[in-house]
């Protein structure tokens, strides 16, 4: 079970590439590596947390307002790590501006919770929730690179591809 909920959150159901969820973000934050890795550790941490919460109290909430329920949860967690970028990484904070708050609308982050954490104890949430998370900051990581590296020849700032052009 636990390799299977690995497998699905890395590859066999990653969001980007499989499911085609969280396109939005995937095309506004990955102009360069560190903005995806931003934001694809944000995501993590919010996934992650949100998901072992859920399953906590997901038995608790009624029916009705679930959906509600789960929002508040996730709010919770990205406005803690919207204000911890904020504090600690404020040039990324900055360059992320409003897709960080908007994770809260992600429908990776929703979805997971629907459908995984409020079924299943919290352990198995949790790695869902890091794995869903690593595989979506790898996509994000792989079309930043390719991005930034093509665009502005760098890699994490760094250059990658001589220019013989000197003005």
Known sequence: MIKNIILNGLYNNNAIFKQMLGLCPTLAVTTSAVNALGMGLATTAVLTGSNFVI?????FIPKNVRIPSYIVIIACFV???DQ???ANLYSLHKVLGIFIPLIVVNCIV??????FA???NPLYSLLDGLSVGIGFTVALLILGSVREIAGAGTF???PVILSSYNP
């Open 55 to 59: 399953s906590l109290v997901a038995n």
């Open 79 to 81: 406005t803690i790590i």
């Open 84 to 86: 911890l970028m904020k």
């Open 110 to 115: 929703l979805g997971r919770a629907e459908s």
């Open 118 to 120: 409020s079924k299943n």
């Open 156 to 158: 994490f700032n760094m």
